[in-house]
């Protein structure tokens, strides 16, 4: 006969360290996890968090900074690699001596996952959570789970690996797996569940979301896979929640993490700002993915302004009017002309218009990415490199594969951006260099 537990079950949730070549912690925030965390708290759960990236070096005056690093091993594909490969986040030890601290051993526990190529953070997680914890029931879930599931459950360790479920599925399989029943069932769960910050032992920054996915698609981006459609929050809510973390929790920096902010601005994005500036809240504001060029009109730019956005970042790409229809069409130079022109007159200095670059498509030369650079300061902004990473599911994927000298589909370290995946004749990774350094001398 399945038999219900009625005392509430203790569920540990890990957000993992990144392993990486480089990290810069711009207000990262594993939303995924702590919406989740709030939804099994809302269901009687009780909960301990342990963020592994909740530990930076230096924090900037905005809240971003450097993380803590850790130099380590290179992972053997990454071996030839002329650079050095470091643990981001948390010691250790120190990572230890919390789990040593917790008060009883979990009944299950829940493990996040960032970047395809991060998983050697994910797995050493993984690692010393069983040890520590034996015979505790792991799930893992998260982008790297959806996007390689069959790696994740080959290589993990984990006992479950999720790809791709929605807040409600996780709920009534964890349910299952504690025998618990949830209190209730949280149907409104897309508009009323705030992320668990409040988990954190000191909150300074917060990331918010106010919408899920994003309707165009772009060829190298995960966005419509990993979403599966796009929805948005309602504008006064998503104000509500941003009233609730700076009001009750002092929150001095909120960066939004969606990836289509701009879009039907006059019923989105307006309205949410104007309703900040109503409510007069006092805050400064992020935007670390980039905006949509073509949406960005006269209003919205000086609501931004006026709202307090420090940090703009424009998705720009390229300025290759070919290659910008190739990859979907999102941007176009004279939108982004006019983009410019209505942040600069909004206030803006062309230093605080950060405008990212892409390089290292498929089949992208150095002479494109060097003309793009020269167009985003010939329109008065800043240029910012990118450099592309393949990823799976995504339609460029299968270029990039054709094209990459790497085995990009079987392992995904070889995803990693800064090996430069596709790098070519046309496009090396000296090349690469010189254009940094040139950019950084400016
Ligand atoms: S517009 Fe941005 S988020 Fe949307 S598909 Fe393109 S790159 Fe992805």
Known sequence: MFHVKHIAPNILLINPWITDFAAYNFWIKPLGLLRIANLLRRNGFRITLVDCLDYSAKTKRYGDGKFFKTKIEKPPPLKSIPRNFSRYGIPEEILLKRFSM???????????????YWYPGVFKAIEIAKKVFSNIPIILGGIYATLCPEHARKHSGADIVLNGREEPEVLKLISELTSFEPRTADSEFRTCLYPAFDLYPQLNCVAIATSRGCPLKCSYCASPFLAKGFFRRDPLEVVDEIEYWTAKYGVSNIAFYDDALLMDA?????????????????????????????????????????????????????????????????????????????????????????????????????????????????????????????????????????????????????????????????????????????????
């Open 102 to 116: 917790l008060e009883e051993k979990p009944d299950l526990i829940g493990i996040a996952s960032g970047m395809t």
């Open 266 to 442: 006059p019923r989105h994005i307006i309205p949410i700002l104007k309703e900040i500036i109503e409510r007069d809240i006092r805050c400064t504001f992020h935007t670390p993915n980039g905006l949509h060029i073509k949406e960005m009109g006269e209003e919205t730019a000086g609501l931004l302004v006026r709202t307090g956005f420090k940090t703009v970042r424009l998705g720009f790409e390229t300025s290759n009017e070919a290659m910008q229809l190739e990859t979907g069409g999102k941007v176009d130079n004279l939108a982004f002309e006019q983009t410019v022109k209505y942040l600069k007159r909004a206030g803006y200095s062309g230093k605080e218009i950060g405008v990212y670059i892409m390089m290292g498509l498929p089949g992208q030369s150095i002479g494109e990415v060097k003309e793009s650079v020269a167009f985003v300061k010939e329109k008065g902004a800043r240029p910012m490199l990118v450099e592309y990473s393949p990823i799976p599911h995504t339609p460029l994927f299968e270029k990039a594969k054709r094209m990459s000298q790497f085995d990009i589909e079987n392992e995904p370290l070889y995803q990693n951006n800064s090996i430069l995946p596709c790098q070519w004749d046309g496009f090396t990774a000296a090349d690469y260099r010189r254009l940094k350094e040139e950019l950084n001398r400016v």
